[in-house]
Antibody, heavy 121, light 110 residues
Framework: QLQLVESGGGVVQPGRSLRLSCAASGFTFSNYAIHWVRQSPGTGLEWVAVISYDGGVQYYRDSVKGRFTVSRDNFENTLYLQMNSLRADDTGVYYC??????????????WGQGTLVTVSS | QSALTQPASVSGSPGQSITISCTGTSSDVGGYNYVSWYQQHPGKAPKLMIYDVSKRPSGVSSRFSGSKSDNTASLTISGLQPEDEADYYC??????????FGIGTRVTVL
């Protein structure tokens, strides 16, 4: 059974850091590119970042470049998102999302249940 | 990375057909055949309904169909059913190796 389970969310003050994790099971994790997508009431769904199947390539949305880092451990079947210098507009539910191939499928075929990040003083 | 434009809400009676539009630019919707659509029920994660403009994943009802013309993509739901009531989001690959989503459309079954 396919599973993506996010963890690590919580309430954090502006300027602080947080690391999210996503544990994968039920499929061969190392065969798929994985994305982070966030959702907040004010802005709907927003793509955040992607990492290639082998971890060699990462891309980010402009507003998080230089602050967020996506990484993966294919031995532990886990994806990470290190978030530094957090801002109020980073608030939202963060989803771990699978792209249905190693690279360049351009869609998202399976989503985790998400973890809530709230940036507030 | 501006959000794609969708109507805030669309409604229809059971059995009717409705269409949701998704308008972007030549840098996203108009430039690539990589538009996908997602259904999201309250409190749930999004579900892939259409990919590559008009392809349906296995298990998705044939009542859902997609199309594209220039910078506007569309999702049509035929034979509307109560369980179709949900939020729907379009997404497109965009130049620069990133993705953009629509603002979302609330579908109401009257």
């Amino acid at each position: 059974q396919l599973q993506l389970v996010e963890s690590g969310g919580g309430v954090v003050q502006p300027g602080r850091s947080l690391r999210l994790s996503c544990a994968a099971s039920g499929f061969t994790f190392s065969n798929y590119a994985i994305h982070w997508v966030r959702q907040s009431p004010g802005t709907g769904l927003e793509w955040v970042a992607v990492i290639s199947y082998d971890g060699g390539v990462q891309y980010y949305r402009d507003s998080v470049k230089g602050r967020f880092t996506v990484s993966r451990d294919n031995f532990e079947n886990t994806l990470y998102l290190q978030m530094n210098s957090l801002r109020a507009d980073d608030t939202g539910v963060y989803y771990c999302v699978r792209e249905p191939c190693r690279a360049s499928c351009f869609n998202f075929d399976f989503w985790g249940q998400g973890t809530l990040v709230t940036v507030s003083s | 990375q501006s959000a794609l434009t969708q109507p805030a809400s669309v409604s229809g009676s059971p059995g009717q057909s409705i269409t949701i539009s998704c308008t972007g630019t030549s840098s996203d919707v108009g430039g690539y055949n990589y538009v996908s659509w997602y259904q999201q029920h309250p409190g749930k994660a999004p579900k892939l309904m259409i990919y590559d403009v008009s392809k349906r994943p296995s298990g998705v009802s044939s009542r859902f169909s997609g199309s594209k013309s220039d910078n506007t993509a569309s999702l049509t739901i035929s034979g509307l059913q109560p369980e179709d009531e949900a939020d729907y989001y379009c997404s497109s690959y965009e130049s620069g190796s990133s993705y953009v989503f629509g603002i979302g459309t609330r579908v109401t079954v009257l």
